[in-house]
């Protein structure tokens, strides 16, 4: 009975590898054993990033709404504490959005809180 060994499927591992280092550069592209390095290592760099995406994300709305609400002298945390007293469901990035492209409904929403919190 003749040898069988796994040929096909290393070489489809190889060549996938291979594909995905494609763009690399030096032998990160062209030498298997580093391509495949590098290729793991930006693997586990994009499923990092992508976690760490949404808190940036976050932390940049924040700093949005805490600019618009300083202007319209209130600080951040107490506008907050208002919103959650005045019932308002609005999330971070519709508060943010609303402060940079609605000016007027913006401070509709900050004069309800600082109502809600007695100022």
Do not use: C, N
């Not at 062209?30 to 990092?48: D, F, N, P, W």
């Not at 209130?74 to 000016?103: C, M, N, Q, W």
């Amino acid at each position: 009975m003749s040898r069988s060994t796994t040929g096909v499927a290393q070489h489809k591992k190889r060549k996938a590898a291979m594909k995905k280092a494609k763009g690399f550069v030096g032998g990160r592209s062209k030498l298997r054993r580093i391509a495949q390095g590098a290729v793991i290592r930006a693997e586990v760099y994009a499923t990092h990033d992508r976690r760490k995406r949404k808190g940036d994300f976050r932390r940049l709305w924040i700093t949005r709404i805490s600019a618009a609400v300083r202007r319209l002298e209130l600080s951040y945390s107490r506008f907050i504490e208002g919103l959650d007293k005045a019932g308002v469901e609005l999330d971070r990035k519709t508060l943010s959005e609303l402060a940079i492209h609605d000016p007027e409904a913006f401070r509709a929403i900050v004069d309800r809180a600082k109502a809600a919190i007695g100022r």
